[in-house]
């Protein structure tokens, strides 16, 4: 099967029906591209668990406590949060 969209001018893209029924995605949902070692992307549903971020810093080695606080910082800027909850 070979699904296609388009990319706004704003980056932003919607996905065919027929990918948001098989990933059984809502409005809402958060998905994760995941980069394959052949250079292809994946798609997959994030569920909102600590189990979605399995992956998310692989460096290859076992990380740090100190990279996983700035890999933190680093998406809550990213996501417009800022670096504490105070």
């Known amino acids: 099967m070979s699904l296609i969209?388009?990319?706004?001018?704003?980056?932003?893209?919607?996905?065919?029906?027929?990918?948001?029924?098989?990933?059984?995605?809502?409005?809402?949902?958060r998905i994760r591209y995941v980069k394959e070692a052949d250079g292809s992307y994946r798609i997959v549903k994030l569920s909102g668990s600590f189990a979605d971020l399995k992956g998310a810093l692989n460096l290859g080695r076992p990380v740090e406590?100190?990279?996983?606080?700035?890999?933190?910082?680093?998406?809550?800027?990213?996501?417009?949060?800022?670096?504490?909850?105070?």
């Open 65 to 86: 406590l100190d990279e996983i606080s700035e890999a933190v910082g680093q998406a809550r800027t990213a996501l417009g949060r800022g670096h504490d909850r105070s």
């Open 5 to 29: 969209s388009k990319i706004t001018s704003k980056g932003q893209t919607t996905l065919p029906s027929e990918l948001r029924t098989a990933l059984d995605l809502m409005p809402g949902d």
